[in-house]
């Protein structure tokens, strides 16, 4: 990848702004906003009503956290993709590496290749059942730029800084005690009203006992016997806290 991703970058060593810069200059980011500025051209050229644009958009934005929650807690954290040579390898990129270091930020962006399809199958159907093609376009449109905002949210959590507006910083808390304490709960990003409604939502204190997965999310040496190919691209199964690993 051309300019500054010709190396890798650390949230927890980058600067809110030096994030910004990188942040736009990822292609799947670039990819998206590009996407996005097609399907508006799309539904300038094929305006649906502005009740049926409205409620296309509404709906991309409003779907896409119960999206999130359901791909994030039965497909990232499923017992499932790390059995198959077909998914290990999907799974290790998508997610067994980000919760392996959190902090590394081409890892941390969802790859173009797993996240498209969810978004164009949650968004098209339904945008071209309320306006025909400019509604499809609304639809995609609102889908692509509501990734783009999750995605710099979930930057921003693994920023090494503290937010001084209440919310954002109970959101990171959340999220950090996903990644740090136990994962099989807190699997919003920005929105957790789908964990209160499926039980998953906890504030840290209510699980005084630390998972003893959160890093390798069940992929244990003894399920690296059975089934090795996480373990062979990995060299081995990573236990620890990863700054620690990182110190030694």
Request: charged share 15%.
């Amino acid at each position: 990848m051309p300019g500054i991703w010709k190396r890798s970058h650390y949230l927890n060593k980058m600067s809110l702004r030096q994030l910004v810069v990188a942040y736009f200059q990822y292609y799947a980011i670039q990819a998206y906003l590009a996407l996005a500025v097609v399907a508006a051209v799309v539904a300038v050229m094929y305006p649906p009503t502005l009740i049926q644009g409205l409620v296309a958009a509404g709906f991309a934005v409003l779907v896409y956290p119960l999206v999130w929650y359901g791909l994030h807690r039965y497909v990232l954290h499923g017992q499932w993709m790390f059995k198959s040579p077909l998914t290990a390898k999907t799974w290790k990129r998508v997610h067994y590496d980000h919760h392996q270091d959190p902090n590394h930020l081409e890892i941390l962006f969802g790859a173009l290749y797993t996240t498209l399809p969810p978004i164009v199958l949650m968004t098209l159907p339904f945008g071209w059942l309320v306006g025909g093609v400019g509604g499809a376009a609304i639809a995609l449109c609102a889908g692509l730029l509501t990734t783009c905002f999750y995605e710099f949210c979930h930057c921003i959590q693994h920023l090494s800084y503290k937010p001084k507006n209440k919310v954002l910083a109970l959101m990171k808390a959340r999220h950090m005690a996903h990644h740090f304490h136990d994962e099989s709960g807190n699997f919003g990003i920005t929105n957790f009203a789908w964990d209160k409604a499926f039980g998953t939502f906890y504030e840290r204190e209510q699980r005084p006992v630390k998972s003893a997965t959160v890093f390798n999310l069940g992929y244990t040496d003894e399920v690296a016997q059975v089934y090795p190919w996480v373990s062979e691209m990995s060299g081995g199964v990573a236990k620890g806290h990863p700054r620690q690993r990182k110190a030694a």
